[in-house]
């Protein structure tokens, strides 16, 4: 049977109201509609009639929308409000919404009146619905019921000398039990978690035993009787008795708190993360001081040394080794989210094999790790660090996953997305993308668990074994990088990870990373400008001064913030530079920064740290302001003479 559809119309051309009413009919509806072009016929309609839609045109000669909507809200009744115009903008469309229309159709989109109508229509019966809801609800019986039902309360009602226990339907959910399941002391016994059992029946045996006073309250674990889920409940009850001090009756209520207890674990879990992160940037910071004095000085004894020295070979194995100990320190400042992300063109074979050099480490001789790189993978735009974050975790997982060994694969090949593939997948768009696999012989996934792997804090490990962020980092940074990662597993069969990165087009030259190699003392840069140095690490001052005094700059030292700032006051020539540590007592870089630009305006500013790279005030260009620790006599001197060089051209052309 079709659906009746009042329909007021508020609207001067017959055809135009014709035809919505022939596209309604279209729909179903058997329409009974009215026409009115002015201020009184509405007034009149909406006093003599019932409707289940008002569709009012934006401009009529002697009326407009606005004037109907105001009409509607004076008559205090809630029917849906539909703005249909030709010519209406963007503006206006708003304005009517903010004034309290429920949608705009524009007549050259006139297929949207029916799905419009539609939804308004259900809205507005759900409105309706939940006010005879809330009317029900001041009774105050069903405000009690709602109490209940929305805080999830159990209620019990024991009286021990009959051996009757009373559960509400809430209190049998929390102990995994349908509603109508016959329940009794024993049943509560058996639905507490085994290593919470003995403590709560102890705990209520002594509330019986004290005669008076009896009231009860404990947190305690759950194990359903049917469903095998575990819930922590808060539980408050008291205990009545007798005139001899029996107890005749215990009654009260059950809370399910599982969330809050697992809120409070996520929030210990990430305070510890935090603090070791905190510990792992200190540590990483300090060890690249030390890290700037080893490789500083190992170079500038190299360059010092003739070829055939015999002491050339340990100073290399020094440096080799410093180098290596620089990689562990970026790990570190990964690990700590002190290092940023600096997304640039990754060639997707190279950063594979370059991660598989360091898998022998982690996996151990029992898994048998093989590659399969395809020449077509192409390019992404992304953090190196950070994909390699993502591969490790994944192979990490993957060894987890064999503990008698087995056989991990790392795939990389160029894939098509095309429409229907798009469509069949949220979150994945038509396009080039660069595909990565990880997969492995382990032990699998149940579906109940793949359902939940890249939520934050959920692991299947032993409690202190794992964060639970592993596979959550790696679901970050896939999006934050514009890709796409699915799992697919079977216990007993393995499980492949998928990566798709949105593929780049690779530059026409291959920019070298890193800092410039040890150049011959003869062809570095020289210099005769004077250079306030502030550092309060003595091993790294006694480098950088050295390393530029030995080019022919003149250093004025100091060992921190409120000595370098004194000295650039006091002292009566010219300073060209300042050269500053991030991260110093009493005053810091950024602060030394800022009061050395007051005191030497227009002078430049090169600061040095052992932890992630920051702009810097006053800075024209972050990178050229920052040096990160370690670096290389050749980088400090390529990096002083650009800046001063730069100085001194903008100069010369202002």
Not at 71 to 82: N, T
Not at 103 to 114: F, G, N, P, T
Not at 204 to 216: C, L, V
Not at 352 to 380: F, H, P, W, Y
Request: glycine residues 10%; charged residues 25%.
């Amino acid at each position: 049977m079709s659906e009746i559809l009042r329909v007021l119309q508020v609207e001067d051309s017959e055809s135009d109201a014709a035809l919505m009413v022939r596209m309604l009919e279209k729909a179903g509806y058997v329409v009974r509609a009215e026409r009115v072009e002015d201020g009184e016929a509405m007034r009149q309609a909406l006093a003599g009639g019932e409707w289940d839609v008002v569709i009012a045109d934006f401009q009529l000669p002697q009326f407009d929308a606005g004037g109907a909507l105001e009409m509607l809200h004076e008559s205090g009744r809630d029917i849906p409000f539909i703005v249909v115009s030709g010519m209406i903008g963007e503006d206006r469309a708003v304005e009517m919404m903010r004034a309290g229309a429920h949608d705009y159709v524009l007549k050259d989109r006139i297929a949207r009146l029916v799905p419009a109508v539609q939804r308004e229509i259900r809205e507005c019966q759900s409105r309706e619905e939940r006010r005879r809801a809330e009317e029900q609800l001041r009774d105050r019986d069903e405000w009690l019921a709602l109490v209940v039902s929305v805080t999830q309360l159990g209620m019990f009602d024991f009286y021990p000398q009959l051996g009757k226990l009373i559960w509400s339907e809430g209190g049998k959910r929390h102990f995994g039990l349908p509603a109508d399941a016959e329940v009794s002391y024993e049943t509560f016994l058996r639905g507490l978690h085994p290593d919470d059992r003995k403590r709560v029946d102890d705990q209520i045996q002594k509330t019986f035993d004290r005669g008076s006073a009896g009231e009860f309250i404990t947190d305690y674990r759950t194990l359903g009787l049917t469903d095998k889920l575990e819930r922590w409940l808060a539980a408050r009850g008291r205990v009545f008795f007798d005139a001899e001090g029996k107890p005749i009756r215990f009654v009260g209520v059950t809370m399910d708190i599982t969330e809050r207890k697992q809120l409070e674990e996520q929030f210990r879990q990430s305070q510890k993360l935090e603090g070791v992160g905190r510990l792992a940037g200190g540590v990483a910071h300090d060890f690249n001081n030390l890290l700037t004095v080893i490789t500083g000085f190992s170079h500038m004894t190299l360059a010092g040394l003739q070829p055939y020295d015999k002491l050339r070979g340990g100073m290399e194995e020094v440096l080799k080794a410093a180098l290596r100990a620089t990689s562990l320190t970026e790990q570190l400042l990964a690990f700590s989210r002190q290092q940023p992300s600096r997304t640039e063109i990754i060639v997707l074979n190279e950063l594979v094999e370059n991660v598989q050099k360091m898998l022998g480490r982690l996996i151990g001789e029992d898994v048998n790790v093989s590659l399969c790189l395809d020449a077509e993978a192409g390019t992404i735009l992304a953090d190196t660090v950070q994909i390699e974050q993502v591969i490790l975790n994944l192979v990490l997982n993957a060894r987890d996953a064999m503990p008698n060994g087995g056989k991990l694969a790392i795939r990389t090949a160029h894939q098509t997305v095309d429409e229907r593939f798009a469509a069949a997948h949220l979150d994945l768009a038509p396009g080039e993308y660069s595909a990565l696999t990880v997969s492995d012989t382990g032990t699998g996934i149940s579906p109940e668990v793949k359902a939940h792997i890249f939520e934050p804090f959920f692991t299947t490990k032993p409690q202190g074994k794992g964060t639970g962020l592993g596979l959550s980092t790696v679901y970050g940074i896939v999006k934050q990088c514009g890709g796409w990662i699915s799992v697919s597993s079977e216990l007993g069969c393995g499980t492949e990870f998928r990566i798709l990165f949105p593929a780049v087009e690779a530059p026409a030259i291959q920019v070298e990373k890193g800092e410039p190699a040890a150049l011959p003392a003869a062809t570095m840069p020289l210099g005769t400008e004077t250079i306030l140095l502030a550092e309060d690490e003595e091993g790294v001052r006694r480098f950088v001064q050295e390393s530029l005094e030995r080019r022919g700059y003149r250093v004025l030292g100091c060992c921190n913030g409120r000595e370098a700032i004194e000295r650039a006051r006091q002292h009566t020539g010219a300073i060209d530079l300042l050269i500053t540590d991030a991260v110093m007592p009493e005053m810091g870089g950024a602060e030394l920064a800022a009061q050395f630009a007051d005191c030497r305006p227009g002078v430049p500013v090169l600061c040095m740290s052992g932890y992630s790279a920051m702009v810097w005030p006053g800075a024209e260009a972050a990178e050229a302001s920052y040096m990160q620790k370690p670096f290389t006599p050749a980088a400090l001197l390529t990096r002083v003479r650009a800046l001063l060089d730069r100085v001194e051209a903008s100069r010369a052309a202002a």
